[in-house]
């Protein structure tokens, strides 16, 4: 038995399009969609952060690497923030100096603050309840960026 | 004031942030950037926050570029429903305003997409609401030979 396979036009174009579609998703999910989860991350964790200074919620940075994309909390005192501070917690010298060199307050010497969010020694989680909202986020981002791909591809 | 390659980040920025500052109740309450201060009484609520545009530039055609960008806006208040009233006259000004923003040179401006959240700050809590919506824009591309 002969089976003899014609391609249409209509394959040529899918074709065309399952070979733009690697780079398409590469830039579409690899890039745009990790930027994005990573910036509603940030966006998350910035609201839920406890606000004195506010230097807490401005330590909350992206780093990019070649590989890699991070939500980063810059601030000393983070971890005791999120879990709380304990008697044998000890707030090092190197808090008060990162508050001096704050850069929109250069050279002021230390000056009380109406609220520290260390104080009270009770946990005030801003990162654990970002991580659980932004897994709910994830599938949502990532479909959206897979049909930008597959959109873009078919061009 | 129209978008052009030389001005696209910045005119982007503008066109948006003219728009939603035209809405009533609207012009005192819109900010560059979320305060990093202390803010838990119900008296510094509503705000509207409008981020900086992201970019990125594909080949339209041989002598075209085409930039396909988002913009996020964050509404702020202390009800959810205040926040969808919010977020729907902003939309809405928008969604009314795509002739203006075409013969600025932003075209197929679209909501593409919406996310929801919540926090508590000190005794009230924060409600907000995220519209990311997404434009293009060509230009003629630079020529380098």
Do not use: C
């Not at chain 2, 009314?96 to 508590?120: I, N, Y």
């Amino acid at each position: 038995m002969v089976v003899v396979m014609r391609i249409g036009p209509g394959m040529k174009k899918v074709q065309r399009m399952l070979s733009k579609l690697p780079d398409s998703i590469k830039k579409e999910v690899g890039d745009k969609g990790t930027t994005e989860i990573v910036k509603r991350l940030q966006t998350m964790m910035k609201l839920r952060a406890p606000r004195g200074t506010g230097w807490l919620r401005r330590s909350i940075m992206i780093e990019k690497s070649k590989k890699t994309k991070s939500v980063v909390v810059n601030a000393f005192y983070g971890m005791a923030v999120e879990e709380g501070r304990n008697r044998m917690f000890v707030i090092p010298l190197a808090y008060f100096e990162q508050h001096q060199r704050m850069p929109d307050a250069p050279g002021q010497p230390f000056k009380p603050v109406k609220r520290w969010v260390t104080l009270t020694g009770r946990a005030q989680p801003f990162v654990a309840p970002s991580l659980i909202k932004i897994k709910q986020e994830i599938p949502k981002i990532l479909e959206r960026a897979v049909t930008r791909a597959i959109a873009g591809a078919s061009k | 004031m129209t978008v052009t390659k030389s001005t696209v980040l910045s005119n982007i920025y503008k066109e948006i942030y003219d728009l939603v500052v035209a809405i009533s109740g609207f012009s005192t309450i819109v900010y560059p950037t979320f305060s990093h201060n202390v803010k838990d009484s119900s008296a510094d609520y509503p705000q509207v926050v409008i981020n900086s545009p992201d970019i990125s530039w594909d080949t339209f055609t041989f002598g075209k570029n085409m930039l396909t960008g988002t913009i996020d806006i964050e509404v702020y208040t202390t009800t959810a429903k205040d926040t969808d009233v919010k977020a729907s006259k902003v939309n809405d000004k928008i969604e009314l305003s795509k002739t203006t923003l075409a013969t600025a040179g932003l075209q197929k401006v679209t909501l593409e997409s919406t996310s929801s959240d919540m926090a508590p700050h000190g005794k009230i809590k924060v409600f907000q609401k995220i519209l990311t919506f997404a434009y293009t824009f060509t230009s003629a591309k630079t020529r380098s030979f």
